[in-house]
């Protein structure tokens, strides 16, 4: 199933990972931070969590607290703090084993209420919506 909140291939208008690359070397350059060249190197490191947050999967930097959006099978690398103490090198991101089924559950929200983290069941999820009469 195709996810419908808005991901990293989405916002940036791209298709691969290469090209998120791109994109965040963009990004850092203006914040004055060079990033490493790309790489096809599986990511290593400490993982990182997507959350569903007001309709966008993001990614948080453990380091810096920098949030990205976020893109199944691409890992994590900063534009903020260029992952230095992973070395520089892209961290692995996991996401829930359904996001597909957690964004069903939630587009019922307002898009602000659209928020998912970890730990958290589609159960409790379709709770929630009940309690707010959803």
């Known amino acids: 199933m195709v996810l419908t909140a808005i991901t990293a291939r989405g916002f940036f208008a ?8 791109t994109s965040l070397v963009r990004v850092a350059a203006a914040r004055g931070v060079t990033l490493p060249a790309w790489t096809e190197d599986r990511p290593k490191g400490g993982m990182i969590t997507a959350r569903l ?3 966008r999967w993001i990614m948080e930097c453990p380091d810096c607290h920098d949030a990205l959006f976020a893109e199944r099978g691409w890992g994590f690398l900063c534009p903020n703090c260029a992952n230095v ?3 520089g090198r892209y961290r692995p991101v996991v996401w829930p084993v359904d996001p597909a089924a957690i964004e069903a559950v939630l587009s019922v929200r307002p ?3 659209r928020n998912w983290t970890p730990g958290e069941s589609l159960d409790d999820l379709r ?6 009469g959803l």
């Open 14 to 21: 791209i298709s691969t990972a290469a090209e998120y690359h």
């Open 53 to 55: 947050e007001a309709w």
């Open 85 to 87: 103490a992973n070395a």
């Open 111 to 113: 898009v602000a209420n």
């Open 127 to 132: 709770r929630e919506n009940q309690e707010h």
